[in-house]
């Protein structure tokens, strides 16, 4: 069965020549050219992944994100704009996006993306991506945590660095290793957020004094449970 893309563009030459392309890769594709018109697409069809600018007439596409996540936490998104900074890429990802492509971009460079995240997917959706962090849940799929019957729902930023903590327990992780999964590139300007986004889940695990997120200064972070 080919993947369903909706792709979400304003720019109609752009648009014409993306979707032409993913289809040529054998994707199927639902093209619309505003928020309003990509989200009710979404809802009368549904995709296995949203491609959509950020900047686009009627709603913008972080608007239409977050309607679309409502809906589904699941579904891939990757944001396309001509703004890149920090407080802009930090903003899609709490949104929930998954990817963040800044235009003008090389058709080869979104079709490895767009591979990646439908693989990706795939296989989450063979594998239970649930961890056990001392009296805690973690459901990465979700992006919940859990404890006591009590849910907490995490942004995305904080799931894509507790997913590489929770998978690497009691090793520290790369301060490098994690800012390539949240932000695609390390960048010295990022270390602060990432130290706050830290910060945060340190917050959340609270409930719990056995857990702890430790700095190892100059090198990364470990998760660790005291027994």
């Known amino acids: 069965m080919k993947s369903k893309i909706l792709f979400v ?8 020549i993306v979707c032409d392309t993913l289809r040529q890769q054998g994707y199927e594709v639902t ?5 309003i018109e990509g989200l009710a697409a979404y809802k009368t069809d549904g995709a296995d992944l949203v491609v ?7 709603l913008d596409g972080f608007a239409m994100a977050r309607e679309i996540r409502r809906i589904s936490s699941q579904v891939p998104i990757i944001f396309l704009t001509a703004k890149s900074t920090i407080v802009d890429v930090e903003e899609g990802f709490d949104i929930g996006a998954n990817d963040y492509l800044k235009k003008p971009f090389e058709l080869r460079e979104l079709l490895v993306r767009v591979k990646a ?13 649930v961890y056990s962090i001392g009296n805690f849940s973690f459901d990465a799929s979700n992006q919940l945590l859990s404890i006591n019957g009590m849910e907490t729902v995490i942004s995305n930023i904080e799931t894509r660095i507790l997913k590489k903590l929770s998978a690497n ?11 390539i999964a949240v932000w695609g590139r390390d960048e010295l300007s990022n270390r602060n957020s990432l130290h706050g986004y830290i ?7 609270r409930p719990d004094t056995n857990i702890s997120i430790i700095n190892q200064r100059g090198f990364g972070y470990m998760l660790t449970v005291k027994e």
């Not at 304003?10 to 014409?16: C, G, K, N, T």
């Open 169 to 179: 327990m009691g090793k520290t992780v790369d301060a490098t290793e994690l800012m």
């Open 199 to 205: 910060h945060k889940l340190r917050r959340a695990f």
């Open 117 to 129: 995240l439908l693989r990706n997917m795939a296989g989450n959706k063979a594998e239970n991506l």
């Open 9 to 16: 563009e304003d720019e109609r030459d752009l648009s014409l």
């Open 52 to 58: 959509a600018d950020v900047m686009m007439p009627r």
């Open 31 to 35: 093209a619309a050219f505003d928020g």
